[in-house]
């Protein structure tokens, strides 16, 4: 389940991160009913998929450290606007992936319970070999 959780948090992080570049496709899309992203994916996607979520997960963390005693608001959200392209630029460089196919599979994942168990499994074993 903490696995789980893990891997929620690392696609909302980088969808926090594409904010800015979905944000007009999110208005086209609200009346629309939640499904599915229409993707062909196959093994080497989804493996690609779970390096970039490790690695977006690691740069998230870094950058979570150095929000922690910042109080000023202004030092916080240019930690967090360089912690977003940091994040995108972490997909950008993941082989065998787009940023848009790497969005497509979290949202895809969120909507259909199948492929959320595959890629636990899959992100289980790799994190498992690290």
Not at 59 to 73: H, K, N
Not at 77 to 99: G, N
């Amino acid at each position: 389940m903490k696995l789980k959780q893990y891997l929620t948090s690392t696609i909302l992080a980088a969808g926090m991160a594409m904010t800015p570049v979905l944000a007009s496709q999110a208005v086209a899309q609200a009346q629309a009913p939640v499904e599915a992203p229409d993707i062909a994916m196959d093994d080497n996607m989804i493996d690609a998929f779970i390096v970039a979520a490790l690695a977006v997960a690691e740069t998230r963390e870094s950058y979570i450290a150095q929000l922690e005693g910042v109080t000023d608001e202004e030092q916080q959200m240019a930690i967090v606007q360089e912690a977003d392209a940091a994040i995108l630029q972490v997909v950008e460089d993941t082989p065998d992936i787009s940023v848009d196919e790497y969005i497509a599979i979290g949202e895809a994942a969120s909507v259909d319970p199948e492929l959320a168990a595959e890629i636990d499994a899959r992100f289980t074993e790799t994190a498992g070999q690290e």
